[in-house]
């Protein structure tokens, strides 16, 4: 069973940045997919970017493109998120998941339903 456990998230002014990480708990993170989600207050989770297993192949939602920075790190078992030019509408919980590590090696899953593992989410808030 693969655990995931988030951290980085804050209280953030709009303009500002931050780096959220995603650290999972087994070695076959190097094989898997990432990706990272998020879900604000009364709306539904939705996806924010992801990666495919070697870091060379990534994914954004149309909100963060040129914003946003999906990395990965497999010898820390750990990926990255970087949050540049926050936005109020970036305020909400981030979550991340990895899927099993059976897909191709390009491939980037960015629908919820293609994940497996969870994290329980890093908050996120940015004050105009």
């Known amino acids: 069973q693969v655990q995931l456990v988030e951290s980085g998230g804050g209280l953030v002014q709009a303009g500002g940045s931050l780096r959220l990480s995603c650290t999972a708990s087994?070695?076959?993170?190097?094989?898997?997919?990432m990706g990272w989600f998020r879900q604000a207050p009364e709306k539904e989770r939705e996806f924010v970017a992801a990666?495919?297993?070697?870091?060379?192949?990534?994914y954004y939602g149309d909100s963060v493109k040129g914003r946003f920075t999906i990395s990965r790190d497999n010898a820390k078992n750990t990926v990255f998120l970087q949050l540049n030019n926050l936005k109020g509408e970036d305020t909400a919980v981030y979550f991340c998941a990895a899927d099993r590590g059976t897909g191709g090696s390009w491939y980037v899953p960015v629908q919820q339903d293609r994940y497996n593992y969870w994290g329980q989410g890093t908050q996120v808030t940015v004050s105009s």
């Open positions: 990666v495919n297993w070697n870091g060379r192949n990534a």
């Open positions: 087994v070695g076959t993170f190097s094989k898997s997919a």
